[in-house]
């Protein structure tokens, strides 16, 4: 294994990060949070550089261009990694570093910059892209007396009484 590999290991062990390594420099990791539940993050270290790459969301339903607008608002602001669509829409986060710039430290900081990005922006790019989907499955729940629990950061918008 590479040192920027031992070092990226390290980084995931003394942050006590869950992750699988498939192949040699190739780390998963799983970044819990509050709003997003999980981001699978990929480490991938290549010949010249770290690639991060972590999966936001699918493309929206709805309200595309409003969407995509904030989503690139967003990057503006962000350090080590930045929203990014693959060829059909999906979301990722995804970050680039010079495998000279690997270190422990380095590596804590953009996992907290990516669990940061995806846990606080969750909320509102659902509300933008998939807003109707929130609430035929809010209504869909009430009618079969299922629990809202995981919907109640929607009730602003979702619960018929807020309409």
């Not at 059909?88 to 990005?117: H, K, M, Q």
């Not at 807003?131 to 018929?160: C, H, M, Q, T």
Request: charged residues 30%; aromatic residues 12%.
């Amino acid at each position: 294994m590479s040192a920027a590999a031992d070092v990226v290991e390290a980084a995931l062990k003394s942050a006590e990060v869950d992750y699988e390594q498939p192949r040699p420099g190739a780390f998963l990791a799983r970044l819990p949070g509050q709003h997003k539940l999980a981001t699978m993050t990929w480490l991938i270290v290549g010949d010249r550089v770290l690639h991060i790459e972590a999966f936001f969301c699918r493309q929206p339903d709805e309200n595309h261009a409003e969407f995509y607008r904030w989503l690139l608002t967003r990057n503006g602001s962000m350090y080590g990694v930045r929203f990014a669509l693959d060829s059909v829409g999906d979301v990722y986060l995804v970050g680039r570093l010079p495998l000279a710039a690997v270190s422990e430290e380095e590596i804590d900081r953009l996992l907290g910059c990516v669990l940061t990005y995806s846990d606080e922006s969750f909320d509102k790019a659902l509300e933008l892209g998939f807003a109707s989907s929130i609430r035929r499955e809010w209504d869909w729940r009430v009618k079969r007396g299922e629990s809202l629990a995981n919907l109640r950061a929607f009730a602003r918008f979702a619960d018929p009484e807020n309409r």
